[in-house]
Protein backbone atom coordinates (compact mmCIF):
# COMPACT_ATOMS: atom_id res chain seq x y z
CA UNK A 1 0.00 0.00 0.00
CA UNK A 2 1.41 2.99 -0.51
CA UNK A 3 1.91 5.97 1.81
CA UNK A 4 2.36 9.81 2.09
CA UNK A 5 3.16 12.86 3.99
CA UNK A 6 0.51 15.18 4.89
CA UNK A 7 1.42 18.80 5.91
CA UNK A 8 1.25 20.68 8.46
CA UNK A 9 0.44 17.40 10.35
CA UNK A 10 3.35 15.74 9.41
CA UNK A 11 1.90 12.61 9.01
CA UNK A 12 2.00 9.55 7.27
CA UNK A 13 -1.38 8.45 5.81
CA UNK A 14 -2.15 5.15 4.04
CA UNK A 15 -3.69 4.86 1.00
CA UNK A 16 -5.36 2.22 -1.23
CA UNK A 17 -5.19 1.88 -5.19
CA UNK A 18 -8.67 2.51 -5.54
CA UNK A 19 -9.21 5.53 -2.38
CA UNK A 20 -8.77 9.01 -3.58
CA UNK A 21 -6.37 11.23 -1.29
CA UNK A 22 -9.25 12.82 0.33
CA UNK A 23 -10.79 9.48 1.18
CA UNK A 24 -7.22 8.30 2.80
CA UNK A 25 -7.35 11.39 4.72
CA UNK A 26 -10.57 11.45 5.85
CA UNK A 27 -10.28 7.67 7.17
CA UNK A 28 -7.05 8.54 9.13
CA UNK A 29 -8.95 11.58 11.12
CA UNK A 30 -7.93 14.32 9.47
CA UNK A 31 -10.48 16.76 9.06
CA UNK A 32 -9.53 17.87 5.23
CA UNK A 33 -12.08 20.27 3.84
CA UNK A 34 -14.67 18.90 1.13
CA UNK A 35 -17.45 21.39 0.91
CA UNK A 36 -19.19 20.20 -2.76
CA UNK A 37 -18.59 15.99 -0.95
CA UNK A 38 -15.99 15.27 -4.22
CA UNK A 39 -18.26 15.82 -6.74
CA UNK A 40 -15.13 18.64 -8.14
CA UNK A 41 -17.46 21.78 -7.64
CA UNK A 42 -15.94 23.41 -4.86
CA UNK A 43 -11.85 22.97 -4.80
CA UNK A 44 -12.17 23.55 -0.94
CA UNK A 45 -10.28 19.82 -0.70
CA UNK A 46 -7.32 21.52 -2.83
CA UNK A 47 -3.72 20.26 -2.05
CA UNK A 48 -0.42 21.17 -3.05
CA UNK A 49 1.94 18.62 -4.41
CA UNK A 50 5.54 19.15 -2.67
CA UNK A 51 6.93 15.80 -3.97
CA UNK A 52 5.81 12.56 -5.78
CA UNK A 53 4.35 14.46 -8.56
CA UNK A 54 4.86 11.57 -10.97
CA UNK A 55 2.79 9.53 -8.44
CA UNK A 56 -0.58 11.11 -8.47
CA UNK A 57 -3.29 10.19 -10.97
CA UNK A 58 -4.26 12.27 -13.73
CA UNK A 59 -6.28 14.46 -13.50
CA UNK A 60 -10.38 13.78 -13.88
CA UNK A 61 -11.99 16.01 -16.69
CA UNK A 62 -13.94 17.20 -13.82
CA UNK A 63 -10.77 18.47 -11.76
CA UNK A 64 -8.85 19.63 -15.43
CA UNK A 65 -12.40 22.01 -15.86
CA UNK A 66 -12.81 23.16 -12.25
CA UNK A 67 -8.57 23.81 -12.53
CA UNK A 68 -8.69 25.89 -15.85
CA UNK A 69 -11.49 27.74 -14.67
CA UNK A 70 -9.90 29.13 -11.44
CA UNK A 71 -5.80 29.01 -13.22
CA UNK A 72 -4.90 26.41 -10.50
CA UNK A 73 -0.69 25.45 -10.99
CA UNK A 74 -0.02 21.89 -11.90
CA UNK A 75 0.91 21.29 -8.52
CA UNK A 76 -2.34 21.48 -6.88
CA UNK A 77 -4.49 19.19 -6.93
CA UNK A 78 -7.96 18.21 -5.27
CA UNK A 79 -7.91 15.79 -3.25
CA UNK A 80 -11.00 14.31 -3.94
CA UNK A 81 -10.16 13.59 -7.70
CA UNK A 82 -6.08 12.44 -7.05
CA UNK A 83 -5.71 8.71 -6.39
CA UNK A 84 -1.27 7.81 -5.69
CA UNK A 85 0.05 4.60 -7.12
CA UNK A 86 3.68 5.70 -4.93
CA UNK A 87 5.30 7.69 -2.26
CA UNK A 88 4.28 11.39 -2.26
CA UNK A 89 4.20 14.57 -0.10
CA UNK A 90 1.57 17.10 0.20
CA UNK A 91 0.33 20.06 2.12
CA UNK A 92 -2.93 20.98 2.61
CA UNK A 93 -4.86 24.31 1.21
CA UNK A 94 -7.78 25.34 2.91
CA UNK A 95 -8.64 25.10 7.10
CA UNK A 96 -10.30 27.80 8.44
CA UNK A 97 -13.34 30.43 7.50
CA UNK A 98 -10.38 32.58 6.24
CA UNK A 99 -9.28 30.25 3.77
CA UNK A 100 -12.83 29.71 2.40
CA UNK A 101 -13.53 33.22 2.03
CA UNK A 102 -10.53 33.05 -0.04
CA UNK A 103 -11.73 30.42 -2.36
CA UNK A 104 -15.06 31.90 -2.44
CA UNK A 105 -13.42 35.02 -3.66
CA UNK A 106 -11.92 33.04 -6.02
CA UNK A 107 -14.54 31.20 -7.14
CA UNK A 108 -16.69 34.44 -7.70
CA UNK A 109 -14.07 36.13 -9.86
CA UNK A 110 -13.27 32.63 -11.91
CA UNK A 111 -10.06 32.75 -11.32
CA UNK A 112 -7.03 32.92 -8.77
CA UNK A 113 -4.08 34.32 -10.35
CA UNK A 114 -6.18 36.28 -12.99
CA UNK A 115 -4.80 38.18 -15.52
CA UNK A 116 -6.34 39.86 -18.62
CA UNK A 117 -5.91 42.72 -21.13
CA UNK A 118 -7.65 45.47 -19.83
CA UNK A 119 -7.83 49.60 -19.82
CA UNK A 120 -6.84 51.29 -16.83
CA UNK A 121 -7.95 54.95 -15.81
CA UNK A 122 -6.60 56.92 -12.98
CA UNK A 123 -8.42 60.34 -12.07
CA UNK A 124 -6.62 63.07 -9.81
CA UNK A 125 -7.91 65.91 -8.78
CA UNK A 126 -4.94 68.48 -8.79
CA UNK A 127 -3.83 71.60 -6.11
CA UNK A 128 -5.23 68.76 -3.78
CA UNK A 129 -3.24 70.45 -0.70
CA UNK A 130 -4.68 73.87 -1.44
CA UNK A 131 -8.33 71.94 -1.81
CA UNK A 132 -7.66 70.30 1.70
CA UNK A 133 -6.66 73.88 3.43
CA UNK A 134 -9.06 75.99 1.61
CA UNK A 135 -12.21 74.28 2.49
CA UNK A 136 -13.82 73.13 5.88
CA UNK A 137 -14.69 69.56 6.04
CA UNK A 138 -18.46 69.55 5.54
CA UNK A 139 -17.17 71.54 2.34
CA UNK A 140 -15.09 68.55 1.62
CA UNK A 141 -17.38 65.57 1.87
CA UNK A 142 -20.09 67.88 0.31
CA UNK A 143 -17.82 68.38 -3.34
CA UNK A 144 -16.19 65.09 -2.72
CA UNK A 145 -19.44 63.20 -2.50
CA UNK A 146 -21.02 64.86 -6.05
CA UNK A 147 -17.56 64.85 -8.14
CA UNK A 148 -17.14 61.05 -7.19
CA UNK A 149 -20.81 60.20 -7.86
CA UNK A 150 -20.42 62.16 -11.02
CA UNK A 151 -17.03 59.72 -11.86
CA UNK A 152 -18.69 56.89 -11.09
CA UNK A 153 -21.59 57.35 -13.66
CA UNK A 154 -18.98 58.33 -16.41
CA UNK A 155 -17.01 55.32 -15.48
CA UNK A 156 -20.70 52.94 -15.49
CA UNK A 157 -21.57 54.36 -18.63
CA UNK A 158 -19.17 53.23 -20.73
CA UNK A 159 -18.96 49.60 -18.38
CA UNK A 160 -15.94 50.80 -16.36
CA UNK A 161 -15.66 49.60 -12.45
CA UNK A 162 -14.01 51.89 -9.64
CA UNK A 163 -12.81 49.73 -7.24
CA UNK A 164 -10.43 51.60 -6.15
CA UNK A 165 -9.96 55.75 -4.46
CA UNK A 166 -7.23 57.12 -2.44
CA UNK A 167 -7.78 60.66 -1.53
CA UNK A 168 -8.64 62.55 -4.25
CA UNK A 169 -7.86 59.82 -7.01
CA UNK A 170 -9.96 57.70 -8.42
CA UNK A 171 -8.57 54.04 -11.09
CA UNK A 172 -11.48 52.92 -12.87
CA UNK A 173 -11.22 49.29 -14.80
CA UNK A 174 -12.75 48.35 -18.43
CA UNK A 175 -12.64 45.41 -20.23
CA UNK A 176 -13.98 43.37 -16.89
CA UNK A 177 -16.99 43.76 -18.99
CA UNK A 178 -18.01 42.31 -22.29
CA UNK A 179 -19.38 45.85 -23.77
CA UNK A 180 -19.02 45.58 -27.42
CA UNK A 181 -16.21 48.23 -28.06
CA UNK A 182 -12.47 47.54 -26.71
CA UNK A 183 -11.65 48.52 -23.26
CA UNK A 184 -9.14 51.58 -24.30
CA UNK A 185 -12.07 53.13 -26.23
CA UNK A 186 -14.42 52.52 -23.52
CA UNK A 187 -11.87 54.76 -20.54
CA UNK A 188 -11.12 57.29 -23.18
CA UNK A 189 -15.07 57.88 -23.86
CA UNK A 190 -15.13 57.79 -20.49
CA UNK A 191 -11.92 60.19 -19.41
CA UNK A 192 -13.83 62.65 -21.94
CA UNK A 193 -17.37 62.19 -19.93
CA UNK A 194 -15.63 62.76 -16.60
CA UNK A 195 -13.96 65.81 -17.95
CA UNK A 196 -16.93 67.19 -19.26
CA UNK A 197 -18.97 66.74 -16.48
CA UNK A 198 -16.71 68.16 -13.91
CA UNK A 199 -16.90 71.31 -16.34
CA UNK A 200 -20.61 70.96 -15.80
CA UNK A 201 -19.75 70.59 -12.11
CA UNK A 202 -17.52 73.75 -11.55
CA UNK A 203 -20.33 75.85 -13.33
CA UNK A 204 -22.10 74.73 -10.36
CA UNK A 205 -19.46 75.18 -8.09
CA UNK A 206 -19.13 78.33 -9.30
CA UNK A 207 -22.70 79.31 -8.35
CA UNK A 208 -21.59 78.21 -4.85
CA UNK A 209 -18.80 80.10 -4.89
CA UNK A 210 -16.62 77.73 -4.45
CA UNK A 211 -13.33 76.78 -6.41
CA UNK A 212 -13.56 74.89 -9.48
CA UNK A 213 -11.90 71.25 -9.78
CA UNK A 214 -8.90 70.95 -11.78
CA UNK A 215 -9.02 67.46 -13.00
CA UNK A 216 -6.05 65.24 -14.86
CA UNK A 217 -6.91 61.81 -16.19
CA UNK A 218 -4.02 58.89 -17.94
CA UNK A 219 -5.85 55.84 -19.78
CA UNK A 220 -3.09 52.55 -20.20
CA UNK A 221 -4.28 49.40 -21.64
CA UNK A 222 -2.07 46.11 -20.92
CA UNK A 223 -2.56 42.90 -19.47
CA UNK A 224 -3.19 43.25 -15.34
CA UNK A 225 -3.21 41.09 -12.42
CA UNK A 226 -7.05 41.61 -11.24
CA UNK A 227 -6.80 40.67 -7.30
CA UNK A 228 -10.44 39.88 -6.38
CA UNK A 229 -11.59 42.26 -3.23
CA UNK A 230 -14.60 40.70 -1.99
CA UNK A 231 -16.43 37.42 -1.45
CA UNK A 232 -19.63 37.39 -4.11
CA UNK A 233 -18.05 40.27 -5.80
CA UNK A 234 -17.29 39.12 -9.42
CA UNK A 235 -16.64 42.90 -10.64
CA UNK A 236 -14.65 44.12 -7.62
CA UNK A 237 -11.02 43.39 -8.94
CA UNK A 238 -8.47 45.63 -7.95
CA UNK A 239 -5.55 46.35 -10.69
CA UNK A 240 -1.85 45.14 -9.93
CA UNK A 241 1.51 45.22 -11.97
CA UNK A 242 3.22 47.49 -14.32
CA UNK A 243 -0.32 48.05 -16.09
CA UNK A 244 -1.30 50.28 -12.90
CA UNK A 245 2.01 51.61 -12.35
CA UNK A 246 1.95 53.12 -16.04
CA UNK A 247 -1.35 55.05 -15.78
CA UNK A 248 -0.53 56.27 -12.78
CA UNK A 249 2.94 58.21 -14.46
CA UNK A 250 0.31 58.96 -17.59
CA UNK A 251 -1.80 61.12 -15.38
CA UNK A 252 1.01 62.62 -12.93
CA UNK A 253 2.81 63.85 -16.55
CA UNK A 254 -0.16 65.85 -17.31
CA UNK A 255 0.77 68.03 -14.01
CA UNK A 256 4.04 68.87 -15.84
CA UNK A 257 2.37 69.26 -19.20
CA UNK A 258 -0.26 71.13 -18.26
CA UNK A 259 -2.83 68.43 -20.01
CA UNK A 260 -6.08 66.92 -18.82
CA UNK A 261 -6.03 63.60 -20.83
CA UNK A 262 -2.58 61.40 -21.45
CA UNK A 263 -3.09 58.30 -23.12
CA UNK A 264 -0.87 55.63 -24.32
CA UNK A 265 0.74 54.29 -27.39
CA UNK A 266 -1.76 50.87 -26.63
CA UNK A 267 -4.26 53.19 -25.94
CA UNK A 268 -4.26 55.55 -29.25
CA UNK A 269 -3.73 52.38 -31.58
CA UNK A 270 -6.64 51.57 -30.81
CA UNK A 271 -8.95 54.23 -31.05
CA UNK A 272 -8.32 53.96 -34.73
CA UNK A 273 -7.78 57.46 -35.92
CA UNK A 274 -10.57 59.03 -34.36
CA UNK A 275 -8.91 60.72 -31.91
CA UNK A 276 -8.09 64.52 -31.77
CA UNK A 277 -4.58 64.38 -30.72
CA UNK A 278 -2.88 67.31 -29.41
CA UNK A 279 1.05 66.85 -27.92
CA UNK A 280 2.81 63.64 -28.35
CA UNK A 281 5.63 63.19 -25.68
CA UNK A 282 7.92 60.84 -24.28
CA UNK A 283 7.63 59.24 -20.39
CA UNK A 284 11.50 59.79 -19.86
CA UNK A 285 11.14 58.31 -16.46
CA UNK A 286 8.83 55.12 -17.61
CA UNK A 287 10.75 51.75 -17.72
CA UNK A 288 9.46 50.58 -20.30
CA UNK A 289 9.12 53.68 -21.87
CA UNK A 290 6.10 54.95 -22.22
CA UNK A 291 4.87 57.24 -25.76
CA UNK A 292 2.01 59.21 -24.55
CA UNK A 293 -1.03 61.31 -26.89
CA UNK A 294 -2.50 63.88 -25.16
CA UNK A 295 -6.32 63.18 -26.49
CA UNK A 296 -8.61 66.92 -27.05
CA UNK A 297 -11.26 65.11 -28.27
CA UNK A 298 -13.17 62.15 -30.47
CA UNK A 299 -14.59 62.33 -33.61
CA UNK A 300 -18.37 61.28 -33.59
CA UNK A 301 -21.02 60.26 -31.03
CA UNK A 302 -20.05 59.01 -28.10
CA UNK A 303 -21.02 55.15 -28.08
CA UNK A 304 -24.06 53.67 -26.13
CA UNK A 305 -23.32 50.56 -24.64
CA UNK A 306 -26.74 49.49 -23.99
CA UNK A 307 -26.16 46.22 -21.94
CA UNK A 308 -23.24 44.78 -20.39
CA UNK A 309 -22.34 41.54 -19.99
CA UNK A 310 -20.03 39.95 -16.95
CA UNK A 311 -17.88 37.57 -18.39
CA UNK A 312 -17.40 33.94 -17.27
CA UNK A 313 -19.50 32.62 -14.10
CA UNK A 314 -19.05 35.13 -11.09
CA UNK A 315 -22.13 33.67 -9.49
CA UNK A 316 -21.14 30.79 -9.02
CA UNK A 317 -19.60 31.20 -5.76
CA UNK A 318 -19.66 28.90 -2.63
CA UNK A 319 -22.55 30.43 -1.00
CA UNK A 320 -24.25 28.73 -4.45
CA UNK A 321 -22.50 25.02 -2.94
CA UNK A 322 -24.43 25.43 0.41
CA UNK A 323 -27.08 23.88 -1.17
CA UNK A 324 -24.90 20.85 -1.11
CA UNK A 325 -24.60 21.41 2.76
CA UNK A 326 -21.32 22.61 4.74
CA UNK A 327 -19.32 19.44 4.58
CA UNK A 328 -15.89 19.94 6.79
CA UNK A 329 -14.07 17.23 7.69
CA UNK A 330 -15.93 14.08 7.14
CA UNK A 331 -17.70 12.94 3.63
CA UNK A 332 -21.53 13.49 2.79
S1 LIG B 1 -13.75 19.86 -5.28
FE1 LIG B 1 -13.02 18.29 -3.99
S2 LIG B 1 -14.41 18.36 -2.37
FE2 LIG B 1 -15.14 19.89 -3.66
Redesign the pocket.
Known sequence: MATFTCLPENRSVPIGPQETV?DALLKEGIAHT????????????RVMILEGADQCSPPTEAEKA?AKRLDLPFHVR????TKLSGYATLRRLVFDSGDLDIVDQQLSADAINQERPVALLAANIRGAVDFDEVNFAYDIVYLMGRYFSRMQKCAARFGGEIPNVMGKKLLAVFGIKNAGLSPAEQAVWAALAMLESVGELNDFLAQMRYQPLTVSIGVHYGSTVLVPLLAGQSTLLTPLGETAVGVNRLEFKNQELGSQLLVSEAVYQQLKGRARVGRRVSLQESLPLLDAYEILGMDGEAPQIASLETEGKGQRALSFLKKFGFSWGKRR
Open positions: LNICGGRAYCSTCLLACQ
